[in-house]
């Protein structure tokens, strides 16, 4: 019942910044933490950023800490991710993901899953 689309992707150069947005359908969407997945080609998919379902409780990956922002706002069913001091490591297609709880998000398995916004730094 919940479709995810995200938006924002781009071609930047390293230092820049860039804003990925996810907009949900439904009315439910206050229910549901959300996070942040990104996959570069050939690699792993890996966990970037969460948010419990009131905002409340973020959580973060270290090789982003600091530098990347998850928010969310409920009212708008939208849930953010400011990326700054981008780094062409950071080069991925990025997908939002939601599921019931901080917890369950952080897992990787997901109960709803976004079509993805490819993100490129060049160096």
């Known amino acids: 019942q919940v479709q995810l689309v995200e938006s924002g992707g781009g071609l930047v150069q390293a230092g820049d910044s860039l804003r990925l947005s996810c907009a949900a359908s439904g009315r439910t969407f206050s229910r549901y933490a959300m996070g942040w997945f990104r996959q570069a080609p050939g690699k792993k998919r890996e966990f970037v950023s969460a948010i419990s379902s009131s905002g409340g409780s973020t959580y973060y990956a270290d090789s982003v800490k600091g530098r990347f922002t998850i928010s969310r706002d409920n009212a708008k069913n939208t849930v953010y991710l400011q990326m700054n001091s981008l780094k062409p490591e950071d080069t991925a297609v990025y997908y939002c993901?939601?599921?019931?709880?901080?917890?369950?998000?952080?897992?990787?398995?997901?109960?709803?899953w976004g079509q993805g916004t490819q993100v490129t730094v060049s160096s």
């Open positions: 993901a939601a599921d019931g709880s901080l917890q369950l998000v952080l897992r990787g398995t997901n109960d709803y």
